[in-house]
């Protein structure tokens, strides 16, 4: 089991630049599929972003091209740049992962989750 802890949320002003941080322990974040979704008020829990064992990237359509997702081995952390900032992206957004290597846009399919990090933006 892996422990994923998230940081970086706060409140920001329309178009601006947040990064959001998932520190894993417990298990090494390599190798692994690991995800970020988010859950806006009244709505169901969505993807966001994903990275499969082999580093390659995925992403929802209302993201692509403003949010960037990355892993850092050495630091066990992942993490998700988020630009160009808008009021709809307003969420708490989850880290979360998965033993299985491969691509899930389906939480569901994640065993692992942090808490969650606050995102406001503020038109």
């Known amino acids: 089991q892996v422990q994923l802890v998230e940081s970086g949320g706060r409140l920001v002003q329309a178009g601006s630049s947040l990064r959001l941080s998932c520190a894993a322990s417990?298990?090494?974040?390599?190798?692994?599929?690991l995800g970020w979704f988010r859950q806006r008020p009244g709505k169901e829990r969505e993807f966001v972003s994903g990275l499969d064992w082999n580093s390659r990237t995925y992403y929802a359509d209302s993201v692509k091209g403003r949010f960037t997702i990355s892993r850092d081995n050495a630091k066990n952390t992942v993490y998700l740049q988020m630009n160009s900032l808008k009021s709809e992206d307003t969420a708490v957004y989850y880290c979360?992962?998965?033993?299985?290597?491969?691509?899930?846009?389906?939480?569901?399919?994640?065993?692992?989750w942090g808490q969650g990090t606050q995102v406001t933006v503020s038109s």
């Open positions: 417990g298990r090494a974040v390599s190798g692994y599929a």
């Open positions: 979360a992962s998965r033993v299985r290597g491969y691509y899930s846009g389906d939480p569901k399919s994640y065993e692992d």
